[in-house]
C-alpha cells in the first residue's frame, strides 16, 4: 500500500522535519495549522496547506474529528503525528485508521498498552525486562500508595499512570510527604490527561536518563542504540547525546537487547523510544516508560548511525519490512543535541515569542540546525516554546562540544531571547564536560548560579 500524500498533523521544526523527509521519498505533503500558524515555514514547505481550526491547541491540533475530517478532505493516504498533541492518544489513531487512512505509527492497541505506563510495566516485565519495584498495578488512593511505599522503600516516585512530559510525578522522602503529594500528583494527572490514575515505585538514587531508540516493522525490532538525556529541567529535557558515555560496552548491550525483546514482544511497528534509569552506583538500569512516536531528541541516533528515522517510519507504515538489520547498525563517533527554546534564561526562563528580525544558522561539517524560522516570523505565544535543535557531530565527545560552542557562538535568532546562554554555560561546565552529571544535577547547578558564573566569565 504506497502513501502518495501526507497529512501533517504538527506544527514546528517537527513538521518541517517530516515535511522534508516525505519529499524525499517522492511522496506530496499536505500540512495542518491553525489560525495563528498560517505563515508557518512547514506550510510554506508543503506542497499544500489546510487550517484546522482557531490558535489554541485544544480548538486545533488537540481536535481529534477536525483533524480526522481535514486529512480525509485533503485527500491524503496517511497522516503523521510528530510529536506531542495527538501523537500518542489511541483514540485519534483508530480514528485515522477507521476513516480509511494510514497512521504513521504504532497500532492504536499498542499506544493504549504502551502509553499506560502500569501496562508497559508489566508488558516489560513480562518480557524479561527489568522495571524499577513499585505497585503492581494503579493506585487509586493514598493509603494504597502508603501502603506500596512501605513495601518498596523510601524515597518514592509517585507518577501518573497516563501521559509523560514530566508531568503528575512528586518524590516523597517519608509517609508523610506522600500523604500531602499524592493527592496533588493525581489532581495534576487528571487536569493533564484526564485520567487521574497513578503508581508508585522506588526512586532511584542519582539516576541518568538512558533511553533506546527502536524501529519495528509489527514482525521485527531493531535497535539504534542510547541516548542519554540526563540533563533535566522540571523532568524536561534540555540536552541529548548518543551514545550514552557512562555506559561500558556490555551494559550496552543488555540494555539495547532488551529494548528489542520488549519491541518485539508488543509487536511494534514505526519509531519508538524505551527510557530506563540507569544507576552507576549498582551498575543497573531499569525500563520506566515507553514512547509510542518519534522523539525531539532523534537527530542524535541519526547522526550517530546514518538512519533517516522520519523516513524508516513513514516507509513501516506503508507496510515496507524495516530496510536494515541489526547487524548493519553501527556507531560513529557522537552526536550532541542542545534545545533552543524562546525563553529567556537571566530571567527564570520567561517565554520569549515575537518576531524574528535577523536569522544566522550555523553551517559546516558535523553541524546540524532543524527549525522552522525565518526572518520575520512571528513566534506565536500560544504553544511550546522550543524553536530549534542544534545538532553536532565529531568523533570523540571532546570534540563534540568544541564544535557545539563553535555552532552556538554562531548561532543568531535576533528579536527574541533564547537559550543559547544556557547551552554556552553548559559546554564550559567542568562536571558537563567530564560527563558527571545526573537527572537531578541541573536544577541546583541553576540554583546555585552556574549560569550566572560560566556567562560572566568566573571560574567553571
Known amino acids: ?97 477507521e476513516a480509511g487512512l494510514i497512521f504513521v505509527g504504532p497500532s492504536a492497541d499498542t499506544i493504549e498498552r504502551m502509553g499506560d505506563k502500569v501496562a508497559a510495566r508489566s508488558a516489560a516485565k513480562a518480557a524479561g525486562v527489568p522495571v524499577v519495584p513499585g505497585s503492581k498495578g494503579r493506585v487509586e488512593g493514598v493509603d494504597a500508595a502508603v501502603q506500596v511505599a512501605a513495601d518498596v522503600g523510601y524515597p518514592v516516585m509517585i507518577k501518573a499512570a497516563a501521559g509523560g512530559g514530566g508531568r503528575g510525578i512528586r518524590v516523597a522522602e517519608d509517609e508523610a510527604s506522600l500523604r500531602k503529594l499524592a493527592p496533588q500528583a493525581q489532581a495534576e494527572a487528571q487536569a493533564a490527561f484526564g485520567d487521574g490514575g497513578l503508581y508508585v515505585e ?76 540507569y544507576e552507576e552506583s549498582s551498575g543497573q538500569f531499569f525500563f520506566i516508560e515507553m514512547n509510542t512516536r518519534i522523539q525531539v531528541e532523534h537527530p542524535v541516533t541519526e547522526m550517530v548511525t546514518g538512519i533517516d528515522l522520519v523516513a524508516e517510519m513513514i516507509s513501516v507504515a506503508a507496510g515496507a519490512p524495516l530496510s536494515v538489520a541489526q547487524e548493519d547498525i553501527r556507531l560513529s563517533g557522537h552526536a550532541i543535541e542542545v534545545r533552543i527554546n524562546a525563553e529567556d534564561p537571566a530571567m527564570q526562563f520567561l517565554p520569549s515569542p515575537g518576531e524574528v528580525t535577523g536569522l544566522s544558522v550555523p553551517e559546516g561539517e558535523g553541524v546540524r540546525f532543524d527549525h522552522f524560522l525565518y526572518e520575520g516570523y512571528q513566534i506565536p505565544p500560544f504553544y511550546d516554546s522550543l524553536v530549534g535543535k542544534l545538532i553536532v557531530h565529531a568523533p570523540d565527545r571532546a570534540a563534540a562540544i568544541a564544535r557545539l560552542e563553535t555552532a552556538l557562538e554562531a548561532l543568531r535568532v535576533d528579536g527574541i531571547r533564547t537559550t543559547v546562554p544556557l547551552h554556552l554555560a553548559l559546554a564550559a561546565d567542568a562536571d558537563v564536560r567530564a560527563g558527571a552529571f545526573h537527572t537531578q544535577w541541573l536544577e541546583p547547578w541553576l540554583a546555585g548560579g552556574g549560569l550566572e558564573t560560566q556567562t560572566t566569565g568566573g571560574a567553571s
Open 1 to 97: 500500500m504506497a502513501i502518495r500524500k501526507l497529512f501533517i498533523a504538527n506544527r514546528g521544526e517537527i513538521a518541517v522535519r517530516i515535511v522534508r523527509a516525505a519529499q524525499s521519498l517522492g511522496i506530496e505533503t499536505v500540512q495542518a495549522h491553525s489560525e495563528a500558524d498560517r505563515d508557518m515555514l512547514a506550510v510554506r514547505l508543503a506542497d499544500s496547506a489546510v487550517e484546522i481550526g482557531p490558535a489554541p491547541a485544544k480548538e486545533s491540533y488537540l481536535n481529534v474529528d477536525r483533524v480526522v475530517r481535514a486529512a480525509v478532505e485533503s485527500g491524503a493516504d496517511a497522516v503523521h503525528p510528530g510529536y506531542g498533541f495527538l501523537s500518542e492518544s489511541p483514540r485519534f489513531a483508530r480514528a485515522v485508521e
Open 202 to 277: 522506588r526512586a532511584v538514587k542519582d539516576p541518568r536518563h538512558i533511553e533506546v531508540q527502536i524501529l519495528g516493522d509489527g514482525t521485527r525490532a531493531v535497535h539504534c542504540f542510547e541516548r542519554e538525556c540526563s540533563l533535566q529541567r522540571r523532568r524536561q529535557k534540555v540536552w541529548e547525546e548518543a551514545p550514552a558515555t557512562c555506559l561500558d560496552a556490555a551494559t550496552r548491550d543488555r540494555l539495547c537487547a532488551s529494548a528489542v525483546q520488549l519491541a518485539e514482544a508488543v509487536g511494534y511497528r514505526g519509531a519508538g523510544t524505551l527510557e530506563y534509569l
